[in-house]
């Protein structure tokens, strides 16, 4: 049997204004103008500023406005009713020349990222210099669509880490070229002649062997360096020294000589010609602290508050649709499309500006938090501070805070920073006090930086320092600071 029943839910629910914000605001700065340029793509509506201003009413048209807007009015099902009453007074009010409070701008002063030329690097990338040292060797079409082949298996750090079978394959299926292992290899070995030394080798041991093998032969310390490797690379890449000077019978000097000439090859030849990604070979800060007599400036990258507006042409188009006296079905379809573009132009402007907002919310409460770090540059003066803190002095929520924090820098005279660098959970000291595990983590990697190298120091003496000054810490504890700090342990530290 049917069966009507009535049910009660309670939902919490995004509005795609609130949804917008979030993703804006883990945008970092470098990449918030490609951002914008997706979103002028896609709305015409929108349109940079040529004179910096923005009219007062694309601007402080408030969140909740936008947000009770009926989808009624956006999406007409047909019916001849929905276009009976279009409101457009607020599309073609006055007052258009305002300019909201927030670019009011003093141009004596102009903004220095305005006119400064940002360098485009041109690079040529590791694979096109393997490619242009082909070119320059006497190869017939056949062989050099084998040898690109191979080159293009080689990866960026510039090894070559498929079996010659595999490459066999690859050829026979994409390209119906014929060859052989034996063929594949021939090739393989030309290509190891190429720069960077060490390059097309299937692991370390070859790529290493192949350097020294490129240095003169007649030097003690090359020939030295090439027996260790050949017979005794397990036993160097764990440092048994000892062991390797009593199998070769090589004095204290030898095998100095010998190990230095190992580790002044390149383990990753590829590495250097690598290209990054844009947005990674390059840190563009958000924030920018100055001290100006003690007194901390926290200023925006001016790169996050972009001069939008909206289309001079879209709200003249509803200006002549007011003006007019006949105003046929499809005209107001033409209408209701234009108020759609430009209520998603104004979300998008005021979400720019929400973020500009919550951008210098958070980081002014970070800088009051971190004050005596932000003098001083010492990280011994940092608090524990988690993100609750944070949301706590900014009434933001937990997750807010957290997309900041997460993809944001802050340039100081002390360097560039990301702002998660700040968060650290608390310790407490013998006398009951909580610091920072920054501030261990520096006192851990100070000690590790002062210690005598032939004899370095063990995690376990590590904590009985580190317990002498106070911090009480277990070894594990120690253990695990050490790797978040990437030292390796205390044998792989060891120097002759």
Known sequence: MLKQTQQQKLLQKLSP??????????????NL???IKEELEENPALEYSEDGSTPDDEMEKPAEEF?????DEFEPDGSESEYDNIDISEYVSEGDDEIADYKLRDDNYPDPDESRTMPIRVETTFHDHLLDQLGLQTLDERQRRIAEQIIGSIDDDGYLRREASAIVDDLSFSQNVETDEEEIRQLIKLIQTFDPPGVCCADLKECLLLQLRRKPQDDEGVVNATRILDDYFDEFTKKHYEKIQRSLNLSDDDLREAIGQIIKLNPKPGANHSVLNKAESYVIPDFFILNNNGKLELSLNSKNAPDLRISEGYR????EYDRGDKKDKRQKEAVLFIKQKIDAAKWFIDAIKQRQHTLLSTMEAIMNYQHDFFLTGDETTMKPMILKDIADITLLDISTVSRVANSKYVQTEFGTFK??????ESLSTDSGEEVSTREVKKILADMIGGENKRKPLSDENLTKMLQDKGYNIARRTVAKYREQLNIPVARLRKEL
């Open 17 to 30: 204004q609130q949804i917008q914000l979030m993703k804006l605001l883990q945008v970092p700065t470098a």
């Open 33 to 35: 103008e490609e951002r």
């Open 67 to 71: 947000e009770s807007s009926s989808e």
């Open 316 to 319: 003249e188009m509803l200006k």
């Open 419 to 424: 702002l998660k660098f700040f968060f650290s």
